[in-house]
């Protein structure tokens, strides 16, 4: 299975943008997903994540009430809604899957076992 991020881009403050991530080689219906991102000379950094249902979706504190995260089964993608957008949102975002427990380890990096490639956000007036 590979992940393909997309939608990122340019946007002002208060905006909105649409992430997509969609696995090719086979359904990763199975599979618990989560967005992370990673700023300019900070560390990788949790943004949400869903359960393999779609269900139970958990998020960073910096993002709370304006992301949400969503994965459609029936196509094989998640989606990261961003509303709200701040400068400090600028990033590059991944995402991530993986099976097993919907446990405490999600929020670890070594939890997931694909990732895909990025997609640059950029927030800027």
């Known amino acids: 299975v590979q992940l393909q991020a997309s939608g990122g881009g340019l946007v002002q403050p208060g905006g909105s943008l649409r992430l997509s991530c969609a696995a090719s080689?086979?359904?990763?219906?199975?599979?618990?997903m989560a967005w992370f991102r990673r700023a300019p000379g900070k560390e990788r950094e949790l943004v949400a994540t869903?359960?393999?249902?779609?269900?139970?979706?958990s998020y960073g504190d910096s993002v709370k009430g304006r992301f949400t995260i969503s994965k459609d089964t029936t196509s094989d993608t998640a989606y990261l809604q961003m509303n709200s957008l701040k400068f400090e949102d600028t990033a590059v975002y991944y995402c991530?899957?993986?099976?097993?427990?919907?446990?405490?380890?999600?929020?670890?990096?070594?939890?997931?076992?694909?990732w895909g490639q990025g997609t640059q956000v950029t927030v800027s007036s």
């Open positions: 991530a899957a993986a099976r097993g427990p919907y446990g405490t380890d999600r929020y670890r990096i070594g939890y997931y076992e694909l």
């Open positions: 080689g086979r359904t990763f219906n199975a599979f618990n």
């Open positions: 869903i359960n393999w249902r779609g269900a139970d979706p």
